[in-house]
T-cell receptor, first 116, second 113 residues
Framework: AQKVTQAQTEISVVEKEDVTLDCVYETRDTTYYLFWYKQPPSGELVFLIRRNSFDEQNEISGRYSWNFQKSTSSFNFTITASQVVDSAVYFCALSGSNTGFQKLVFGTGTRLLVSP | EAQVTQNPRYLITVTGKKLTVTCSQNMNHEYMSWYRQDPGLGLRQIYYSMNVEVTDKGDVPEGYKVSRKEKRNFPLILESPSPNQTSLYFC????????????FGEGSRLTVL
């Protein structure tokens, strides 16, 4: 079975602080994809990143960076110099070859509150 | 504008009264899926569809039906809604099901009394 755990239910930071959102996953598949989605207060879900299981290179996009470590089954997300606009619920998700990549399993989400 | 459109956005109904939540995408995507979002549970997949006339169950399909008669539309049907189906529902589409980026609708908040 596939599972995604986001142990941090809610994180509060002050603007300009760095923050890391943790994501730990479980899968028996050798080929899988990991995702991060953002849900701002307006409610829509926005795709942030996709990473496949064969690519462990870290990725940086502006203030966002992702650290993928297969050895610890983690795909953590770091926001550098956080801003109020980063306040949202962030979901980590997993899709594996066992289901033909048709099923996307989400974690329970981490609510990030960035105060001025 | 590329989008996934859900209707209604908000609905209050009563137990047992059949309802349909429509979902339409204008991106010619093959893959479509329905999720429900509940506090503390994240998003859970209800049904998905790889293409026209091809649908399959997700993790929480009980009490729901879907159909995919046209590529652009993927309605979610609650034949006899119950209070435990009170939730926020999202429709999503992807160019292919192969771990593609999902485009989500704005969500439909359903309350069953």
């Amino acid at each position: 079975a596939q599972k995604v755990t986001q142990a941090q239910t809610e994180i509060s930071v002050v603007e300009k602080e760095d923050v890391t959102l943790d994501c730990v996953y479980e899968t028996r598949d050798t080929t899988y994809y990991l995702f991060w989605y953002k849900q701002p207060p307006s409610g829509e879900l926005v795709f942030l990143i996709r990473r496949n299981s064969f690519d462990e290179q870290n990725e940086i996009s502006g203030r966002y960076s992702w650290n993928f470590q297969k050895s610890t089954s983690s795909f953590n997300f770091t926001i550098t110099a956080s801003q109020v606009v980063d306040s949202a619920v962030y979901f980590c998700a997993l899709s594996g070859s066992n289901t033909g990549f048709q099923k996307l399993v989400f974690g329970t989400g981490t609510r990030l509150l960035v105060s001025p | 504008e590329a989008q996934v459109t859900q209707n209604p956005r908000y609905l209050i109904t009563v137990t047992g009264k059949k309802l349909t939540v429509t979902c339409s995408q204008n991106m010619n995507h093959e893959y479509m899926s329905w999720y429900r979002q509940d506090p503390g549970l994240g998003l859970r997949q209800i049904y998905y569809s790889m293409n026209v006339e091809v649908t399959d169950k997700g993790d929480v399909p009980e009490g729901y039906k879907v159909s995919r008669k046209e590529k652009r539309n993927f309605p979610l049907i609650l034949e006899s809604p119950s209070p435990n189906q009170t939730s926020l529902y999202f429709c999503a589409s992807s160019l292919t099901g192969w771990a593609g980026e999902l485009f989500f609708g704005e969500g439909s908040r359903l309350t069953v009394l």
